[in-house]
């Protein structure tokens, strides 16, 4: 590992631990920390491959080219990816709509299991 790559698997680690703590009490900010997990976990493991980038887009075409594409992941994971991604946009920046209970709590499972993919 790098420190570079340590650094973000620990915040990776930590924004899922506080998505789990915050989700009774804001669906909205839990799913925009479980898209951090994720965010995190994969510029972790980019970061292993020499690869940083500096806008989320570019980390979600990442995804998909460097990780789906190739088959290194299945496509539901980088869909769900993008889903993640979908939901934070909402959870932080909608006006006049937010995460449901039901769809943060699948936001965390989903950033559970990118975790495990990129461990």
Request: overall charge negative; glycine content about 6%; charged content about 25%.
């Amino acid at each position: 590992m790098s420190p570079l790559s340590d650094d973000l698997w620990f915040s990776a680690k930590d924004a899922l631990r506080a998505a789990k703590t915050v989700f009774p009490v804001s669906p909205d900010s839990a799913a925009s920390r479980a898209y951090y997990a994720a965010f995190y976990a994969v510029s972790a493991l980019f970061a292993l491959e020499g690869k940083t980038f500096r806008k989320h887009s570019a980390v979600e075409a990442a995804v998909h080219r460097d990780l789906v594409r190739p088959g290194r992941w299945a496509v539901e994971l980088g869909r769900n990816y993008s889903e993640l991604l979908e939901a934070r946009n909402v959870g932080d920046y909608s006006v006049g709509q937010h995460v449901t209970g039901e769809e943060a709590e699948e936001t965390i499972q989903i950033a559970g299991d990118i975790l495990r993919a990129v461990s």
